[in-house]
Nanobody
Framework: VQLQASGGGLVHTGDSLRLSCTVS????????VAWFRQAPGKVREYVAV????????YYADSVKGRFTVSEDNAKNTKYLQMNSLKPEDTAVYYC???????????????????WGQGTEVTVSS
């Protein structure tokens, strides 16, 4: 399984970006993809997830109301729409996937087997 993240860039406070994560090599539709981010000097943190077995999106409090996850199953692609961006959103954003299973919350990096290479988002004030 390979994940390819893209869509990052340099934007200003209040702008929007949409990140994409294309998943290839999977053999089942039963998989969960989450978004994480890691700012310079900080630990990787959970941003958003939609678990395949309940199909409800969950968001970190820091992005709730501003970020939205969506998907295009025909393209095997997950999206993270980021609106009203703030300087504190500056980070490298990663998508991560785990195949099958239900015994996880989906908000821990250790829940995931596969990681994309990351795409950098910089929000200037």
């Amino acid at each position: 399984v390979q994940l390819q993240a893209s869509g990052g860039g340099l934007v200003h406070t209040g702008d929007s970006l949409r990140l994409s994560c294309t998943v290839s090599g999977r053999t089942s539709s039963a998989y969960t993809v989450a978004w994480f981010r890691q700012a310079p000097g900080k630990v990787r943190e959970y941003v958003a997830v939609t678990r395949w077995f309940d199909n409800n999106p969950y968001y970190a409090d820091s992005v709730k109301g501003r970020f939205t996850v969506s998907e295009d199953n025909a393209k095997n692609t997950k999206y993270l729409q980021m609106n009203s961006l703030k300087p504190e959103d500056t980070a490298v954003y990663y998508c991560a996937a785990v195949m099958g299973g239900k015994g996880y919350t989906g908000i821990l990096a250790s829940d995931y087997e596969y990681w994309g290479q990351g795409t950098e988002v910089t929000v200037s004030s």
